[in-house]
Nanobody
């Protein structure tokens, strides 16, 4: 069982930066690939970024490539999402997710095993 708690959301201006954090409980964090997803009002949840268990492989949605960076610190059971040059269309609830998948290859899936409660990011233009 893995419990995830996100933090770092808030209200910012377009062009600003924000860093989200997700702390995981449990000693099996290192076995899990981690992902960030988001859901805007009236829209379906969408993939944002993912990182393999070792941190050696990452994947991003086209809409955030070059602006967002996912990273992890396995010693702290924490995954981060550094968001730069934020746009109004980045406004959403951001969710952290964990997938029991201790491999370098990242799966193209939204069927993660565990989810956090979400943190709101609001970007004003």
């Amino acid at each position: 069982q893995v419990q995830l708690v996100e933090s770092g959301g808030g209200s910012v201006q377009a062009g600003d930066s924000l860093t989200l954090s997700c702390v995981a409980s449990g000693r099996t964090f290192i076995r899990h690939a981690m992902g960030w997803f988001r859901q805007a009002p009236g829209k379906e949840r969408e993939f944002v970024a993912a990182i393999a268990w070792s941190g050696g492989n990452t994947d991003y949605a086209d809409s955030v490539k070059g602006r967002f960076t996912i990273s992890r610190d396995n010693a702290k059971n924490t995954v981060y999402l550094q968001m730069n040059r934020l746009k109004s269309e980045d406004t959403a609830v951001y969710y952290c997710a964990a997938l029991d998948w201790p491999h370098e290859e990242l799966l193209q899936t939204e069927h993660y095993d565990y989810w956090g409660q979400g943190t709101q990011v609001t970007v004003s233009s």
